[in-house]
């Protein structure tokens, strides 16, 4: 079984420029979860879908986050404008219907310059 | 309080000897407790998780033991192996994921 699986590993971009980052979770997983790490700094949380919807999207910084289910599979998460603050490591992870056991991508590193 | 307080942040040991990792937390209404590993360039595995009507839980090498009244709940790592370094996170679980901060482990052969 494939795990979850993210796309670009890496994305270095210059601030005020867009990046989106894509995540695969794996199949049948209805919970799609986006984290982000910070240098030096505990995982947080940004959102949780259910299927295509928002179930939770209160660790979301601001609004230049605007992550997208479309059709319940794959998601997207694009900064727009990118600031110096956003680089880090952006993780995605999925689980099953009522399971805790979550399952995490390699992660994209973002390099904000 | 939606905090998990982890330590020590870096932890070195001899091969064969015991590592362990403690986490504190506030919240009584997390109800779910993971370990994560991770290793460089990889993203956190799930490696043991506890629920709070259990106060131990141990999985080949790797056990949990979980304190309610204290709201403590440790990792500890029996026989370490130098393929054990990695960082550590501990987590809870109320809706979403709550880290701590994380434990650079080394384990020296």
């Known amino acids: 079984e494939a795990g979850v699986t993210q796309f670009p590993s890496h994305s270095v971009i210059e601030k005020g420029q867009t990046v989106t980052l894509r995540c695969d979770p794996i199949?049948?997983?209805?919970?799609l979860y986006w984290y982000r790490r910070v240098m030096g700094k505990e995982i947080k949380f940004l959102l949780h879908f259910v299927k295509e919807s928002k179930q939770d999207e209160s660790g979301m910084p601001n609004n230049r986050f605007l992550a997208e289910r479309t059709g319940g599979t794959y998601s997207t998460l694009k900064v727009q404008p990118a600031e110096l603050e956003d680089s880090g490591v952006y993780f995605c992870?999925?689980?099953?219907?009522?399971?805790?056991?979550?399952?995490f991508g390699p992660g994209t590193r973002l390099t904000v310059t | 309080q939606q905090q998990v307080k982890q330590s020590p942040q870096s932890l070195i040991v001899q091969k064969g000897g015991i590592s362990i990792i403690n986490c504190a937390y506030e919240n009584t209404a997390f109800d779910y407790f993971p370990w994560y590993q991770q290793f460089p360039g990889k993203g956190p595995a799930l490696l043991i998780a506890i629920r709070p009507d259990v106060s131990e839980k141990k999985e080949g090498r790797f056990t949990i033991s979980f304190n309610k009244s204290a709201k403590q709940f440790s990792l500890h790592i029996m026989d370490s192996q130098p393929g054990d370094s990695a960082t550590y996170f501990c987590a809870a679980l109320w809706g979403n994921l709550i880290f701590g901060k994380g434990t650079k482990l080394s384990v020296k052969p």
């Open positions: 199949s049948g997983h209805d919970n």
């Open positions: 992870a999925s689980s099953q219907q009522l399971s805790y056991e979550q399952y």
